[in-house]
C-alpha cells in the first residue's frame, strides 16, 4: 500500500533534500553530488550548520529524519 503525502510536504521534501545537496557540494567542492557523499558525517556537518544558523530544533528534528533515510537509502548493501 502506497503512502500518500500532500504537495505541500512533498515540496517540504523537496526543498530539504535540494539544501542538504548544495551543502554537500559546497563542503565537498565538487560538482557531482553520489552516495559516497552522503555519510553519517556529512549529515551530522550539515545538521551542525542548521544549528549554527539559528533554526529551530523542531525543523532540525524533522530535517534529521528526512536525511537518516535518504543515507540508509543510498548504502544499497544495508536494504534486504
Given at each position: 500500500?502506497?503512502?500518500?503525502?500532500?504537495?505541500?510536504?512533498?515540496?517540504?521534501?523537496?526543498?530539504?533534500?535540494?539544501?542538504?545537496?548544495?551543502?554537500?557540494?559546497?563542503?565537498?567542492?565538487?560538482?557531482?553530488?553520489?552516495?559516497?557523499?552522503?555519510?553519517?558525517?556529512?549529515?551530522?556537518?550539515?545538521?551542525y550548520a542548521l544549528t549554527n544558523a539559528g533554526l529551530r530544533r523542531k525543523s532540525?528534528?524533522?530535517?534529521?529524519?528526512?536525511?537518516?533515510?535518504?543515507?540508509?537509502?543510498?548504502?544499497?548493501?544495508?536494504?534486504?
Amino acid at each position: 500500500m502506497q503512502k500518500l503525502y500532500s504537495e505541500h510536504t512533498i515540496e517540504a521534501y523537496d526543498r530539504d533534500l535540494r539544501q542538504f545537496f548544495a551543502f554537500l557540494k559546497t563542503s565537498s567542492c565538487s560538482e557531482t553530488i553520489g552516495p559516497a557523499l552522503i555519510t553519517r558525517q556529512s549529515i551530522r556537518e550539515f545538521l551542525y550548520a542548521l544549528t549554527n544558523a539559528g533554526l529551530r530544533r523542531k525543523s532540525i528534528v524533522r530535517k534529521t529524519c528526512r536525511y537518516q533515510i535518504l543515507w540508509q537509502i543510498s548504502r544499497p548493501e544495508r536494504c534486504g
